[in-house]
């Protein structure tokens, strides 16, 4: 069964600091994806990498994959207050569109 | 990219009835959809895969019976949940797959409450 783990769950930064949110996958993918919630909302699509060492980046986040250590990382740089949100990675297996959630990051950014 | 309508965006019930949400899929075809459900301050748990034409898939411990799902159409799914509890109570969330079926999309989500 495919496991997505997701550190940290909780995240609390100072404006203008960089940090990285880690997301492990227990078996074999072709497809990563990272998304932001707000609360009360659904989900928005921020990346999809597709390949090992796909790197995208959009604003003040990137993001990586390394499909051989089944990691991805989503990395902020000089974090504002509108990127405060819950951020989950999601990965869907090879032959399988089903994703599977890690358990998501909640992100405070504090002036 | 594409876009994957979800309605109603609230509910409210009474215990006992049944509620139906419905999820379209507005400028593409989508022969299979997804189910997730979400609690307060948790992730999203894939409920189930609906595919057009055919049975749903259910994950283990999803009620089939307690949630129906129709996949009547390439563009439309509907999920039931029938004599609604208010442990039901939570954020649904519908997704397709677009053309390249590498990129999901999400619906806006239905939050139901029942009482």
């Known amino acids: 069964e495919l496991k997505v783990e997701q550190n940290p769950l909780f995240l609390s930064m100072q404006e203008g600091k960089n940090y990285t949110i880690y997301c492990n996958y227990s078996?074999?993918?072709?497809?990563l994806y990272w998304y932001r919630q707000d609360p009360g909302k659904s989900l928005e699509s921020l990346f999809v990498l597709l390949s090992n060492g796909a790197v995208k980046q959009e604003g003040r986040l990137m993001a990586s994959l390394d499909t051989k250590a089944r990691l991805s990382t989503l990395h902020i740089t000089a974090a504002v207050h509108d990127l405060s949100a819950t951020y989950f990675c999601?990965?869907?297996?090879?032959?399988?569109?089903?994703?599977?959630f890690g358990a998501g990051t909640r992100l405070t950014v504090k002036p | 990219g594409a876009v994957v309508s979800q309605h109603p965006s609230r509910v409210i019930c009474k215990s006992g009835t049944s509620v139906k949400i419905e999820c379209r899929s507005l400028d593409f075809q989508a022969t299979t959809m997804f189910w997730y459900r979400q609690f307060p301050k948790q992730s999203l748990m894939l409920m189930a895969t609906?595919?057009?034409?055919?049975?749903?898939?259910?994950e283990q411990g999803v009620e089939k019976d307690k949630f129906l799902i129709n996949h009547a159409s390439l563009t439309l799914s509907t999920l039931t949940v029938t004599s609604a509890h208010p442990e039901d109570s939570s954020f649904y969330i519908c997704?397709?797959?677009?053309?390249?079926?590498?990129?999901?999309?999400f619906g806006q989500g239905t939050r139901l409450t029942v009482v």
């Open positions: 997704s397709a797959n677009g053309a390249t079926n590498t990129e999901a999309f």
């Open positions: 999601a990965v869907a297996p090879y032959n399988n569109n089903d994703m599977r």
């Open positions: 078996t074999t993918s072709d497809r």
């Open positions: 609906s595919n057009e034409g055919s049975k749903a898939t259910y």
